[in-house]
């Protein structure tokens, strides 16, 4: 085995690995360094998704009014927040009355949007807005083409990739999302899970740049790479 491919299977051990919760508690907070957020309803609906389709990656997430009672039927989608490596931005879906242009962004095959579990998020979009998601990676998927056997959540792998701890707020978590006026704990925290993921994506691709060589052409596909090598 030569030196690039000793380097390769050592960068994919790390990421197929886990950070102890121990770990995680000592390595500095992930920040969004002052990165802009803002919310969106019908007014700057348009701008906000014509600016987001000028970046090629974003970071993507959802919310959910909690339920607290067994049985209770879901709620819908309260917030989406979308975000490029530099603005988030946050969708309160019940200020927003024609959904026709997030539609498009949704929809959008060259506007790749990156997330963590979001499996749920995407049957929310088809069946609350008959949008039909195009253009979506999962991080999980990668790390499971790692051989990665786990799954994995936003706060394993902002330790693992960014070498940071994700603070993630049980009271944020429980909150209600469809509040009129969101908290900055709500707007720090969902904004928190887009940048996190856009920047884990764009870590990634920096980090294997130099491998694409030894990529198969599904991790390629997913790290959008040209698949030249193969």
């Not at 490029?84 to 931005?89: E, L, P, R």
């Not at 009129?180 to 925290?189: D, F, G, I, R, T």
């Not at 920096?206 to 060589?213: C, G, M």
Request: net charge positive; aromatic share 10%.
């Amino acid at each position: 085995m030569d030196n690039k491919a000793a380097e390769y299977q050592a960068l994919v051990r790390h990421y197929a690995s886990q950070v102890d919760k121990t770990v995680i508690a000592g390595l500095p907070c992930y920040e969004d360094h002052g990165r802009e957020v803002a919310l969106v309803d019908d007014h700057n609906l348009n701008h906000a998704v014509y600016d987001l389709l000028q970046a090629r990656y974003l970071g993507f997430d959802t919310e959910s009014k909690p339920n607290f009672k067994k049985g209770e039927k879901s709620n819908g989608i309260s917030i989406i927040q979308i975000s490029s490596s530099s603005k988030c931005y946050i969708f309160q879906m019940q200020k927003i009355t024609d959904t026709t242009a997030l539609a498009e962004l949704v929809m959008h095959k060259n506007s790749i949007k990156i997330g963590v579990g979001l499996k749920d998020d995407l049957n929310k979009l088809r069946s609350d807005y008959r949008f039909y998601p195009a253009g979506f990676v999962d991080l999980g998927t990668i790390f499971r083409a790692f051989g990665r056997r786990n799954s994995v959540g936003s706060k394993q792998l902002v330790a693992l990739v960014l070498n940071q701890k994700l603070r993630k707020s049980k009271r944020a978590t429980t909150s209600n999302w469809a509040v009129e006026k969101l908290s900055p704990l709500q707007l720090e925290y969902a904004s928190d899970d887009a940048f996190s993921s856009v920047d884990i994506y764009l870590k990634l691709r920096a980090v294997f740049k130099p491998y694409t060589a030894l990529l198969d052409k599904r991790v390629l596909k997913l790290l959008d790479f040209p698949d030249t090598e193969h």
